[in-house]
Nanobody
Framework: QVQLVESGGGLVQPGGSLRLSCAASGSIQSINGMGWYRQAPGKQRELVAVITSGGSTNYADSVKGRFTISRGNAKNTVYLQMNSLKPEDTGVYYC????????????????WGQGTQVTVSS
């Protein structure tokens, strides 16, 4: 089966930085896109940033200029560099893989990681 594992979360002071990592494993032929979503307590899960296999990116307005999403040299990895962190960035960050094609399937499927906690507090 396909598995996504996030890492890099933690506690950081306002203005600090964190780098989140996500690695997908399994019998994966291709992934159309990968992204990061977050969910704060009492709020809906929201898109943070996405990147396609071709390298196109899209960011939530609230993180533009502060966060950068990128793909690793290995195509099954994605990173989120978070700078100038604010308390409102606090939440559980989830990695998402879209259009994952595996052997035996005629179409792609979506997968989610287990999430990693990011807390921005003084």
């Amino acid at each position: 089966q396909v598995q996504l594992v996030e890492s890099g979360g933690g506690l950081v002071q306002p203005g600090g930085s964190l780098r989140l990592s996500c690695a997908a494993s399994g019998s994966i032929q291709s992934i159309n896109g990968m992204g990061w979503y977050r969910q704060a307590p009492g709020k809906q899960r929201e898109l943070v940033a996405v990147i396609t296999s071709g390298g196109s990116t899209n960011y939530a307005d609230s993180v533009k200029g502060r966060f950068t999403i990128s793909r690793g040299n290995a195509k099954n990895t994605v990173y989120l560099q978070m700078n100038s962190l604010k308390p409102e960035d606090t939440g559980v960050y989830y990695c998402n893989a879209e259009g994952v094609v595996i052997p035996g399937k005629l179409w792609g499927s979506n997968y989610w990681g287990q999430g990693t906690q990011v807390t921005v507090s003084s």
